[in-house]
C-alpha cells in the first residue's frame, strides 16, 4: 500500500537545537519520515533528538487530520439538516394540499347527504397521507440524531492503522463500527488513558516500519493479526518512541527474547518528562 503523502508542513524549530553541521542530515530524515513513514535508525543521543521531532511531526499530522475530519463532518450534517428541511416543507406542502382536497369535497357534499359515507372516507385519507409523512419525517430524524461513534483520539489512531495498511482481522472490511477496533478501542481507553495521543500515533508509526523491514524475523510479523491483537499484546510499550530499537525485532525466534524495555508506568513517566522539557 502506498503510504505516501503529497505535502507536509515543515517548522523551522524541527532543527532550532541541532548544531549547524547536522541540520541538513535531520531535515532528510524528516521528509522521510513524514512523506514516506521512514524512521531512521538511530542509537544514542541522536535516538533522542529524533524522538523529539518524530513526536512534533505526529502532532501536526494529527492535528490536520483532525481538522480535515471537522470539516468533513460538518458538510455532512449540514447536508443532514438540509434534507430535512426539505423533506419538512414536502410534508407540510402534502399536508396542506390534502387539507385543501378535504375542504372542497366537504363543502361540494354539504348538500347531499347520501354521500356522507364517501366524506368519511375522504377524511380518513386525508389524515393518514398527513400521519404517514410526518411519521417518515420524525424517523429520518431519529436516524441521523442516532449515529453516535466515539472521538477523540481513537478515532485518529483508528485512521493512521488503516492508512498504513496494517492488519485486521477483517481483511478489507476494516471499519469503526467493527467488534475489531470497539475491543481496540476499549482497552485504548482503559490501559493507556495516560499516553498522549502522539506517542500512541508513534507506536504504531513504528510498528508499521518493523512490518516492512526486511530484516524483520517472518515469524514475528505472523503473530499479529488485528489491531485490538496489537494494543493488547504485551509488547506494546516496545514500540513507544522511549523504547522503541529497530534491534530488537531483527533476530525474533519463537523463544521470545529479553525484553529490555520499561514497563507502561515508566513510560509514561519517561514521555512527561520529554514533554515537559
Same mark, same amino acid.
Given at each position: ?12 524549530? &524541527?532543527?532550532?537545537?541541532? /548544531?549547524?553541521?547536522?541540520? =541538513?542530515? &535531520? ?12 524512521? /531512521? ?12 521531532i518524530? %513526536? ?5 499530522? =494529527? ?6 475530519? *471537522?470539516? *468533513? ?8 439538516? *438540509? ?17 385543501e382536497?378535504q375542504?372542497?369535497?366537504a ?11 364517501? @366524506? ?7 389524515v @393518514?397521507?398527513?400521519e ?5 419525517v420524525?424517523? &429520518? ?8 461513534? /466515539? ?32 475491543k ?12 498522549h495521543s @502522539?506517542?500512541?500515533?508513534? =507506536? ?14 517472518d515469524?514475528?510479523?505472523? %503473530? ?10 504485551? %509488547? ?5 518512541p ?8 531483527? @533476530? ?8 529490555k524495555?520499561?514497563?507502561?508506568? %515508566? =513510560? ?10
Amino acid at each position: 500500500m502506498d503510504t505516501r503523502k503529497e505535502s507536509f508542513v515543515f517548522h523551522a524549530e &524541527y532543527l532550532d537545537d541541532l /548544531p549547524e553541521e547536522h541540520r =541538513a542530515t &535531520y531535515a532528510l530524515y524528516v521528509f522521510d519520515y513524514a512523506i514516506y513513514g521512514k524512521i /531512521p535508525e538511530l542509537t544514542g543521543f541522536e535516538k533522542t533528538v529524533w524522538a523529539k521531532i518524530q %513526536r512534533r511531526i505526529d502532532y501536526d499530522i =494529527a492535528s490536520w487530520e483532525e481538522t480535515k475530519k *471537522s470539516r *468533513s463532518e460538518a458538510g455532512r450534517n449540514g447536508g443532514i439538516k *438540509s434534507g430535512i428541511t426539505r423533506r419538512s416543507k414536502r410534508s407540510t406542502a402534502l399536508e396542506n394540499e390534502a387539507n385543501e382536497a378535504q375542504l372542497q369535497t366537504a363543502k361540494q357534499n354539504e348538500a347531499m347527504p347520501q354521500n356522507v359515507q364517501k @366524506n368519511e372516507a375522504n377524511e380518513a385519507v386525508s389524515v @393518514n397521507v398527513s400521519e404517514s409523512v410526518n411519521e417518515y419525517v420524525s424517523e &429520518y430524524e431519529s436516524v441521523s440524531a442516532n449515529v453516535n461513534l /466515539p472521538t477523540g483520539y481513537a478515532k485518529q489512531v483508528f485512521n493512521l492503522y488503516k492508512e498504513l495498511g496494517l492488519p485486521c482481522c477483517n481483511g478489507n472490511e476494516f471499519l469503526w463500527e467493527t467488534t475489531e477496533f470497539g475491543k481496540a478501542y476499549d482497552t485504548l481507553q482503559r490501559c493507556y488513558k495516560g499516553l498522549h495521543s @502522539n506517542d500512541v500515533m508513534s =507506536a504504531i508509526r513504528n510498528y508499521s516500519y518493523v512490518l516492512n523491514n526486511a530484516n524483520v524475523y517472518d515469524g514475528f510479523k505472523k %503473530r499479529i493479526r488485528s489491531f485490538s491483537g496489537f494494543v493488547n499484546w504485551e %509488547r506494546f510499550t516496545d514500540f513507544l518512541p522511549c523504547n522503541f530499537d529497530i534491534n530488537n525485532f531483527t @533476530n525474533w525466534s519463537d523463544q521470545k527474547p529479553e525484553n529490555k524495555s520499561v514497563g507502561l508506568d %515508566r =513510560a509514561l513517566e519517561i514521555l512527561n518528562e520529554e514533554n515537559n522539557k
